[in-house]
């Protein structure tokens, strides 16, 4: 990715929590920001308060992720207003209902994968061809980290199955766009006390279960503007810089993948499964990095 060249990303769901933090951060390194999210006054406070701090000028548009057209639209936007994007941050996502599968609105749970998923798809769809004009473009898909495993959080379902199409998403597209010189990743960023899960908190632990009900309230947000993880800073950094161009369709997470863990393992990187999504019996277990 060109470092000296005027750059653009667009990040979604940046009212608040995670969005909103990592727009800071780009516009704290010069990037020009096209933002976008539901709330167009908690979105209209942050771009007010990036344009203050930063001299760099931010698009912000209300758009629901869901529809196609104003997603469009927005992109056909920024680009007029800022230029070609060369880098796409989805992060747009409700945490959905949390219960038993026969308990919860099932409306509610085609609701949370709608948004988590197939927005993703669409903002992907909308920014591909400006990113194809880059010639270097990113694409970071922000999602869970832990998927599957012996322990999964109970009554998350929709939650689990957003995180996991997401994940196999970004895998089957890496080839894509590496064909247009551009790079698709998911970032688990870890846990952080954004409100996310608060759905859990509302339903409460006889429906959430002990553990997903004690996880939520202990990250339930605030007004206060959120600090992210070095891990998660460096991580992000690391991906958009030309010289790892090479990490393509990974599942990364910023609390264990640190860039001088990508750079040492390259080689099993590039040439295995690791940070796939993948079953993890013991054939392929041995496979993988130690």
């Known amino acids: 990715m060109n470092t000296t060249a005027p750059r653009t990303a667009i990040i979604t769901g940046a009212s608040r929590g995670i969005g909103a ?43 629901d992720v869901t529809d196609p057209t104003a997603v469009c639209n927005f992109a056909d936007d920024v680009e007029a207003a800022l230029g070609p994007v060369a880098l796409v941050v989805n992060n747009a996502a409700v945490f959905g ?43 970071i898909n922000l999602s869970g980290g832990g998927l599957g495993g012996p322990n999964p959080l109970l009554g998350s379902s929709s939650y689990a ?11 089957v597209l890496a080839p894509e766009a590496a064909e247009i010189g551009a790079t698709v990743n998911v970032v688990a960023p870890g846990a952080l006390p954004t409100g996310f899960m608060n759905e ?5 632990p006889e429906a959430a279960g ?4 004690e996880a939520a309230v202990g990250l339930r947000g605030s007004d206060v ?48 499964s690791f940070g796939r999504l993948r079953r993890i019996d013991a054939d392929l277990y041995h496979e993988g990095l130690r």
């Open 21 to 63: 933090a990592l727009s800071t951060h780009l516009a704290g390194h010069g990037w020009s920001l096209g933002i976008c999210a539901r709330n167009a006054e908690r979105l209209d406070t942050v771009a007010d308060a990036l344009r203050a701090e930063y001299t760099v000028p931010v698009h912000a548009a209300p758009v």
């Open 97 to 139: 209902p949390v219960g038993r599968i026969t308990d919860i609105d099932l409306g509610d749970w085609h609701r949370a994968l709608t948004i988590g998923a197939y927005g993703t798809a669409n903002v992907t769809a909308a920014f591909w061809e400006q990113l194809r004009s880059t010639s270097d473009g990113r694409i």
């Open 210 to 213: 002990a553990t997903l009900y």
């Open 200 to 204: 859990a908190v509302t339903a409460g």
């Open 225 to 272: 503007p959120i600090e992210l993880p070095e891990g998660l800073l460096r991580l992000l950094d690391h991906l958009l810089k030309p010289s790892s161009a090479w990490i393509n369709g990974c599942i990364l997470s910023a609390r264990w993948d640190t860039p001088e863990r990508l750079d040492e393992h390259r080689t099993a990187i590039e040439s295995g």
């Open 161 to 171: 199955a957003t995180k996991a199409a997401i994940a196999l998403f970004t895998e």
